[in-house]
Structure formats: C-alpha cells, structure tokens
C-alpha cells in the first residue's frame, strides 16, 4: 500500500490549493479515504473524509465550506480542494486509510505535504 501526496505550497490568506493523494496497492474504490492534517505544536485532526462510492462525506466544523473532499477512482485518487484558506489552516497534510489484510486492520498514511497560508 502506498500513498503519495502533492499539491502543497505557500498560499497567501484567501487562496486556493488542490492536494492530491495517489493510491497504490490495494482496490481504492473499496475503501474510504481521509486527508488530516498537523499543525506545529497541535495534535493530528481529521480536516475530511470520503467513503469508498464517493458519495458520503465528512468535514471538521473548521473547514465546512472551505473544503471540498473528492475521489476519482480512475485514477485511485483523493482530492482535498481548500478554498478561502487561512493562516490556521498551515500544517502538513496527510492522507489516510486503513485496509484489511488477512482479516486485521491495517492504517496507511502518506508522507505529507505542506502548507503555509501567509501573507
């Protein structure tokens, strides 16, 4: 199982970004997806997440109308579209999954993107 994210950067206040989180290695479209996010200092938090048929969708309340979580399966992509971005929105993005394997549970994280809201 892998996960690759990108799209990350530096972003002035009110600005957009796309984050992009490429799957590997097991059946994407079975699984559901979550992007969460660390800021320094701050303990790891759901920012969205998305279930296996696309269709169910979850937000923290920070980023409720900000955020736009999606799912390409023909791509085994996720995709977390932040709008209207602020400067607490800075962390490193992480994408997240768990599998099952051999009839146990297994949690998969990428490695991380970056991004800073700054003026």
């Known amino acids: 199982v892998q996960l690759v994210e990108s799209g990350g950067g530096l972003v002035q206040p009110g600005g957009s970004l796309r984050l992009s989180c490429a799957a590997s290695?097991?059946?994407?479209?079975?699984?559901?997806m979550s992007w969460y996010r660390q800021a320094p200092g701050k303990e790891r938090e759901l920012v969205a997440a998305?279930?296996?048929?696309?269709?169910?969708?979850k937000y923290a309340d920070s980023v409720k109308g900000r955020f736009t979580i999606s799912r390409d399966s023909a791509k085994n992509t996720v995709y977390l579209q932040m709008n209207s971005l602020k400067p607490e929105d800075t962390a490193v993005y992480h994408c997240?999954?768990?599998?099952?394997?051999?009839?146990?549970?297994?949690?998969?994280w990428g490695q991380g993107t970056q991004v800073t809201v700054s003026s």
């Open positions: 997240y999954t768990d599998v099952w394997i051999g009839g146990s549970p297994y949690d998969y």
């Open positions: 290695g097991f059946p994407f479209s079975s699984y559901a």
């Open positions: 998305i279930g296996s048929a696309g269709i169910r969708t």
